[in-house]
């Protein structure tokens, strides 16, 4: 039996921050959008939104950057209709490797863990 080789950076974690925004939608809209979003995508870890923006935080799986990039600027887009979200156009996208989240988290303190699907409104939309 031959074992197949595989590329050692495929399936390297990239975290991903995806911010979003458009014209103001009611803010229990967005949360129920996101949450659909969070049904179908599971990998949604955790997110901020607002009336005319979101911050969409997540794992993607890819090679490189470029591709967890990529895969990130479709996201809201592929999920516009089935997810019901707002029709908003991507503003931003880091993608930073899994070390370098992992840094900046013990840097700041911060919780490693985030229950995933877990929304909180930006300060200025409560």
Do not use: K, N, Q
């Amino acid at each position: 039996m031959e074992l197949a080789v595989t590329d050692p950076a495929a399936g390297r974690l990239w975290h991903v921050i995806l911010t979003v925004g458009g014209d103001p939608v009611d803010l229990s809209l967005v949360r129920s959008a996101l949450d659909r979003l969070s049904a179908e995508r599971p990998f949604c870890l955790s997110g901020r939104y607002g009336p005319d923006r979101a911050e969409v935080h997540y794992w993607e799986e890819a090679g490189d950057c470029a591709d967890a990039a990529a895969l990130a600027l479709r996201l809201w887009t592929d999920h516009r209709r089935s997810a019901d979200l707002p029709p908003w156009r991507v503003l931003g996208v880091e993608v930073v490797e899994r070390a370098v989240y992992l840094h900046r988290r013990r840097e700041h303190r911060m919780p490693l863990l985030i229950p995933a699907g877990t929304w909180r409104p930006f300060p200025s939309a409560r």
